[in-house]
Structures are given as structure tokens and as C-alpha cells.
């Protein structure tokens, strides 16, 4: 089964040759092309975030289960095997299903539920990190137009919420949030902190930044648990290099190094993430709230 090509979104949703739909547009436009794309009874994977705000994401994910179908946010950093051996750490080994053997990782509920299950033992806090320096996007930039839904929360953030949930398998809730609004807007977040809770215990907090003073990006995640911690630098673009560090009660620092070059990622890897969970029909049975929170 064919992907349509990145372009004409009118054609590709139009189009019966094509089941599924790869585009990338500006954030704003993503929910309204994803909608036209599943009433034509297309899968769709979505550059992130695939739309502006939580009611249209319950929306398009109520529409794409009544139809049938996925409705898929890519995250390429998720289908890298870093991010599976980060998962594994938190929360285990995955249930394996027989009748889909080859199920990508993060989809597949862990054995042990509650996020007790890995090398960590009970999850006690995750901290996230995704600052991309100033001078990368300068003043004037898609991602800070009001009118496209911009700021710092729906780009860099939307990584730090990701990894959140990929980790703890769930969905927390936001204690505090304090955004550093972009100059002369009211509304455009420049930076932004959050507080999160989830009602396993977990405590977490989130920095996102658009406008980091640092040359290099910052994009690290830090896990504690009851019987250990793994902090993880270099999670968006694992193959431009990353650092990995465990260390356990059992196990004092062991860390676990990648170099350039691992491949394995992005838009490739999205496709395929999309083409067997499309086949084995996994995401397709998972409720609205589940699709959401995308693990
Ligand atoms: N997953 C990943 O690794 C990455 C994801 N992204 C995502 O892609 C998005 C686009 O980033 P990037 O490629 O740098 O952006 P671009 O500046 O290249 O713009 C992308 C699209 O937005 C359209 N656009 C630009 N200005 C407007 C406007 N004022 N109103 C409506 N549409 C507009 C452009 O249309 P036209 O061609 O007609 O000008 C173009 O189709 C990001 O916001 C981010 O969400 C980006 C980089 C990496
Ligand atoms: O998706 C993205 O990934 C890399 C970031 O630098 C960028 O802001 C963002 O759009």
C-alpha cells in the first residue's frame, strides 16, 4: 500500500490509490488537513504537534476511531532504539502479544503496570529538558506566529511531554505552568515551565525554550527511581549523538554511549511504525484518551 507524497494535501486526500497520508504543513493547518484526510478514510501520520489544542485532538482521534483508523502524531525520536532501551530502563520489558510479534515497543503496554517494572523499580520523578538556542530560529519564525499556533510549548514541548508519557506509560496531570511570553506578545511563549504529577506518585518538571542562550541545544531527560536514576542527553537526534548513564544500587554508573551515524530514525522510521501498527491493526482499537496520549 502506497503513502501519497508530501505536497498537493488536496490530491492525497482525494486520492484512492493512496490509504495513508504523509504531509507537512504549518501546526495550524495539520488538524484541518488530518479531519479531510480521515472523512476520506485515510490513515494519517502527522508532523507533531498534528494539531492546536486538546479539544481538536480528542476531535480528530474520536473521528479516526469511528472510521477505523490511525490518526498518528510522529515522533521519529521514538522509533530509534535509544528511546526503546529508555523505555525498557523505566518501566520493562513490553507485554508481548503473539498475534503481533513485531509491534514497536513503546505501543505495547509494559508487563509490570504502574511504571515498577524496570531496572529502576517505582518511578519517583523524570525532569525534561528540550532548549533549542536563540540564534537557531532568530526573531522571526514560523514557530512564534500567534496565528499558527506558535511558541515554545507547541515545538520544543511537545518533545518533553512525549518522552514524559513514552516513560511512565501515562498521563499526567500539570500542577504549575509559568511561560516566558515572546517580546511584545501576550500570548506566544518564548519559554515555558511546568510542574506535572501523575497518580502513580511520579513528580516531574519540564523546561521548554525557544530562545536558550547556550550555542549548543539542550535535550536531556533525568529519571530517578526507587532503586536508581538514568539520565539521557541528546534524546530528539539520538543519531547525532547521545550519552546515556544508569546507575543502580546494584550497578553503580553504567553508561551506554552512541556515536553519529546509527540511522534508524526519522521519517523512514515513522513510515514504517505506521505501516505495521496500520496492519497488525494495534492502534486502531485503542480508545480516544489513549490515541492521545500516543503510548
Ligand atoms: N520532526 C522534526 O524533526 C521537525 C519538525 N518540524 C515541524 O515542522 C514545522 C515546520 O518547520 P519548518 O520546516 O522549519 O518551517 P518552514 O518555515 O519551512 O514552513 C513550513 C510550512 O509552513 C508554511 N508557512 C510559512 N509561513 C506561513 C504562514 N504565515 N501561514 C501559513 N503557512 C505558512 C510554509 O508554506 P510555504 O511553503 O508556502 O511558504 C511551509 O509549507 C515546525 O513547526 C515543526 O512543527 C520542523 C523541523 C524538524
Ligand atoms: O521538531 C523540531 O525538532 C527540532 C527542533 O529544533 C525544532 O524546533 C522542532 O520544530
Same mark, same amino acid.
Given at each position: 500500500?502506497?503513502?501519497? $507524497?508530501l505536497?498537493?494535501?488536496?490530491? *492525497?486526500?482525494s486520492c484512492?490509490? &493512496?490509504?495513508?497520508?504523509?504531509?507537512?504543513?504549518?501546526?495550524a493547518a495539520?488538524g484541518?488537513?488530518?479531519?479531510?484526510? !480521515?472523512?476520506?478514510? =485515510?490513515h494519517?501520520?502527522?508532523?507533531?504537534?498534528?494539531?492546536?489544542?486538546?479539544? %481538536?485532538?480528542?476531535?480528530?482521534?474520536?473521528?479516526?476511531?469511528?472510521?477505523?483508523?490511525?490518526?498518528?502524531?510522529?515522533?521519529?525520536?521514538? %522509533?530509534h532504539?535509544?528511546?526503546?532501551?529508555?523505555?525498557?530502563?523505566?518501566?520493562?520489558?513490553? /507485554?508481548?502479544? +503473539?498475534?503481533?510479534?513485531?509491534?514497536?515497543?513503546?505501543?505495547? +503496554?509494559?508487563?509490570?503496570?504502574?511504571g515498577?517494572?524496570? !531496572?529502576?523499580?517505582?518511578?519517583?520523578?523524570i525532569?525534561?529538558?528540550?532548549?533549542?538556542? =536563540?540564534?537557531?530560529?532568530?526573531?522571526?519564525?514560523?514557530?512564534?506566529?500567534?496565528?499558527?499556533? #506558535?511558541?515554545?510549548?507547541?515545538?520544543?514541548?511537545?518533545?518533553? @511531554?512525549?518522552?514524559?508519557?513514552?516513560l511512565?506509560?501515562?498521563?499526567?496531570?500539570?500542577?504549575?505552568?509559568?511561560?516566558?511570553?515572546?517580546?511584545?506578545?501576550?500570548?506566544?511563549?518564548?519559554?515555558?515551565?511546568?510542574?506535572? *504529577?501523575?497518580?502513580?506518585?511520579?513528580? #516531574?518538571?519540564?523546561?521548554?525554550?525557544?530562545? &536558550?542562550?547556550?550555542?549548543? $541545544?539542550?535535550?536531556? @531527560?533525568?529519571?530517578?527511581?526507587?532503586?536508581?536514576? !538514568?539520565?539521557? =542527553? #541528546?534524546?530528539?537526534?539520538?543519531?547525532?549523538?547521545?550519552?546515556l548513564?544508569?546507575?543502580?544500587?546494584?550497578? +553503580?554508573?553504567?553508561?551506554?554511549?552512541? *556515536?553519529?551515524?546509527? #540511522?534508524?530514525?526519522?521519517?523512514?522510521?515513522?513510515?514504517?511504525?505506521?505501516?505495521?501498527?496500520?496492519?497488525?491493526?494495534?492502534?486502531?482499537?485503542?480508545?480516544? *484518551?489513549?490515541r492521545?496520549?500516543? /503510548?
Open positions: 500500500m502506497a503513502i501519497a $507524497p505536497g498537493d494535501c488536496q490530491h *492525497s486526500c484512492s490509490t &493512496h490509504r495513508r497520508q504523509g504531509k507537512d504543513v504549518c501546526s495539520r484541518q488537513w488530518a479531519r479531510r484526510a !480521515l472523512e476520506s478514510g =485515510k494519517v501520520l502527522c508532523e507533531k504537534p498534528f494539531c492546536t489544542n486538546a479539544a %481538536e485532538a480528542r476531535e480528530l482521534q474520536s473521528l479516526a476511531l469511528k472510521n477505523g483508523l490511525i490518526c498518528r502524531e510522529a515522533f521519529h525520536y521514538r %522509533e532504539p535509544l528511546a526503546t532501551r529508555l523505555r525498557e530502563i523505566t518501566l520493562g520489558p513490553p /507485554c508481548r502479544n +503473539p498475534e503481533a510479534p513485531t509491534v514497536p515497543q513503546w505501543m505495547a +503496554p509494559p508487563a509490570v503496570a504502574g515498577a517494572g524496570g !531496572l529502576l523499580g517505582q518511578l519517583e520523578s525532569d525534561v529538558q528540550v532548549l533549542i538556542p =536563540k540564534w537557531v530560529f532568530g526573531d522571526a519564525n514560523i514557530r512564534f506566529l500567534e496565528e499558527l499556533a #506558535g511558541g515554545a510549548m507547541m515545538d520544543a514541548g511537545t518533545y518533553a @511531554v512525549s518522552i514524559m508519557r513514552l511512565t506509560g501515562s498521563e499526567p496531570c500539570v500542577e504549575s505552568a509559568s511561560a516566558s511570553m515572546r517580546p511584545g506578545s501576550k500570548v506566544v511563549d518564548g519559554a515555558m515551565r511546568a510542574r506535572l *504529577s501523575w497518580d502513580t506518585g511520579i513528580a #516531574g518538571t519540564l523546561h521548554a525554550s525557544l530562545q &536558550h542562550d547556550g550555542w549548543l $541545544p539542550v535535550t536531556q @531527560v533525568q529519571v530517578e527511581g526507587e532503586r536508581g536514576s !538514568l539520565m539521557c =542527553k #541528546g534524546f530528539i537526534v539520538p543519531f547525532f549523538g547521545h550519552s548513564r544508569v546507575t543502580t544500587k546494584q550497578a +553503580p554508573c553504567q553508561s551506554e554511549g552512541r *556515536s553519529v551515524g546509527l #540511522g534508524g530514525s526519522n521519517c523512514s522510521g515513522r513510515s514504517v511504525c505506521l505501516a505495521r501498527s496500520s496492519r497488525q491493526a494495534i492502534t486502531i482499537s485503542w480508545s480516544v *484518551s489513549r492521545i496520549c500516543n /503510548c
